[in-house]
């Protein structure tokens, strides 16, 4: 997303609108990063359309203002306001937007975790859809958009209740990690980047072998620990990668999977059940992974829709025409073996 960021800043005709809502955001702070981001003069045409719409309770209306006048908001008051009456405030964002010189794109990172957190606050279900609603609707007025997150969205629809049909038009994208040929040109370009003069493909192997993925981030940052240690042989950079590499991902990655597991609740013994079987296997039949998720006691639709969960997760990639599945990255594999 940063890099599509960064291309599209470069031609004059679009505006870029990134909005990190990791953590717990309150509607009043996504409120206020949107029109902070905001071309200035569309802001200010917003919040002075926002100030006009009728049937606004006072209390919004002075909430309003106060953006106006660059003072923050009134706390938890003024988050149940902007959520109770979003469908009306994003009508008018929806439609200043339009009007901009520029086309502003949207980019919303860590969006389930967003609409988790507010019904974790309180918000209702019924609120939480209302807000999707109105995400879809910008995006059917032709407003560009991209949602991510460490998360499924479906997932957190599923576990919520949340109407499904607010997603259906988003075009799912997977990163893949880097196939190994490509890992070795950038792995090649990284070291002439640090002027190691001494790299070579063997050394190129021991990364790919030894780091937890083939991700871009993951091989930069084994390069950094690699040039720091002066690693030239394959053993050397098979040691380096041991050390304060593999424990920033058991801090970062391996914590994050974790944690999403826990996301699954009552089904989370079923999930470790199909990983741990999955692991015993690798691959392993998707019907098989069914039958001993059904030693949990948990009904066939219901593993359906886990397994459906798992791989929108990134748990777990499933072939359509083999049916086979497999750990979606080596990296899950590696954090599942680590702590089963």
Same mark, same amino acid.
């Given at each position: 997303?940063k890099?599509?960021?960064?291309?599209?800043?470069?031609?004059n005709?679009?505006?870029?609108?990134?909005?990190?809502?990791?953590?717990?955001?309150?509607?009043?702070?996504?409120?206020?990063?949107?029109?902070?981001?905001?071309?200035?003069?569309?802001?200010k045409?917003?919040?002075?359309?926002?100030?006009?719409?009728?049937?606004?309770p006072?209390?919004?209306?002075e909430?309003?203002?106060?953006f106006?006048d660059?003072?923050?908001?009134?706390?938890?008051?003024?988050?149940?306001?902007?959520?109770?009456?979003?469908?009306?405030?994003a009508?008018?964002?929806?439609?200043?937007?339009?009007?901009?010189d520029?086309?502003?794109?949207?980019?919303?990172?860590?969006?389930p975790? *967003?609409?988790?957190?507010?019904i974790?606050? @309180?918000?209702?279900?019924? !609120?939480?859809?209302?807000? +999707?609603? =109105? /995400?879809?609707?910008?995006?059917?007025?032709?407003?560009?958009?991209?949602?991510?997150?460490?998360?499924?969205?479906?997932?957190?629809?599923?576990?919520?209740?949340?109407?499904?049909?607010?997603?259906?038009?988003?075009?799912?994208?997977?990163?893949?990690?880097?196939?190994?040929?490509?890992?070795?040109?950038?792995?090649?370009?990284?070291?002439?980047?640090?002027?190691?003069?001494?790299?070579?493909?063997?050394?190129?192997?021991?990364?790919?072998?030894?780091?937890a993925?083939?991700?871009?981030?993951?091989?930069?940052?084994?390069?950094?620990?690699?040039?720091?240690?002066d690693?030239?042989?394959?053993?050397?950079?098979?040691?380096?990668?041991?050390?304060?590499?593999?424990?920033?991902?058991?801090?970062?990655?391996f914590?994050? *999977?974790?944690?999403?597991?826990?996301?699954? @609740?009552?089904?989370?013994? !079923?999930?470790?059940?199909? +990983?741990? =079987? /999955?692991?015993?296997?690798?691959?392993?039949d998707?019907?098989?992974?069914?039958?001993?998720?059904?030693?949990?006691?948990?009904?066939?639709?219901?593993?359906?829709?886990?397994?459906?969960?798992?791989?929108?997760?990134?748990?777990?990639?499933?072939?359509?025409?083999?049916?086979?599945?497999?750990?979606?990255?080596?990296?899950?594999?590696?954090?599942?073996r680590?702590?089963?």
């Amino acid at each position: 997303m940063k890099e599509t960021k960064r291309l599209l800043s470069e031609d004059n005709k679009f505006h870029v609108i990134e909005l990190n809502l990791e953590g717990r955001v309150s509607m009043t702070a996504f409120v206020t990063r949107l029109l902070k981001q905001l071309p200035e003069q569309t802001g200010k045409s917003l919040l002075q359309r926002w100030t006009q719409l009728p049937f606004l309770p006072e209390a919004l209306t002075e909430a309003i203002k106060r953006f106006s006048d660059g003072k923050a908001g009134g706390g938890k008051a003024d988050d149940s306001l902007f959520m109770e009456f979003w469908a009306q405030l994003a009508e008018a964002v929806e439609k200043q937007v339009l009007e901009s010189d520029k086309t502003i794109v949207f980019f919303f990172d860590e969006l389930p975790y *967003f609409c988790d957190n507010q019904i974790e606050a @309180g918000v209702t279900p019924d !609120t939480i859809d209302t807000f +999707l609603a =109105t /995400l879809r609707r910008w995006r059917q007025a032709g407003i560009p958009m991209a949602i991510a997150g460490s998360i499924g969205i479906r997932e957190i629809a599923r576990q919520h209740g949340l109407e499904m049909d607010h997603l259906n038009d988003l075009v799912s994208v997977t990163i893949p990690p880097l196939e190994d040929d490509d890992a070795k040109d950038m792995l090649r370009a990284l070291a002439a980047g640090f002027e190691l003069d001494w790299w070579s493909d063997e050394l190129a192997d021991a990364v790919i072998a030894t780091t937890a993925d083939t991700f871009p981030s993951f091989l930069q940052r084994a390069m950094i620990e690699i040039e720091s240690e002066d690693a030239r042989t394959p053993e050397a950079v098979a040691a380096a990668l041991k050390g304060t590499y593999r424990r920033e991902f058991e801090i970062s990655f391996f914590e994050q *999977f974790s944690k999403r597991l826990k996301h699954y @609740g009552d089904e989370e013994p !079923t999930a470790r059940k199909i +990983l741990s =079987t /999955l692991a015993a296997r690798n691959p392993c039949d998707v019907g098989a992974l069914a039958e001993a998720a059904k030693e949990t006691g948990m009904d066939d639709d219901a593993i359906q829709n886990l397994l459906i969960a798992l791989e929108q997760d990134a748990f777990i990639a499933t072939d359509p025409e083999t049916r086979e599945a497999v750990f979606a990255y080596k990296v899950v594999e590696t954090w599942w073996r680590s702590r089963p």
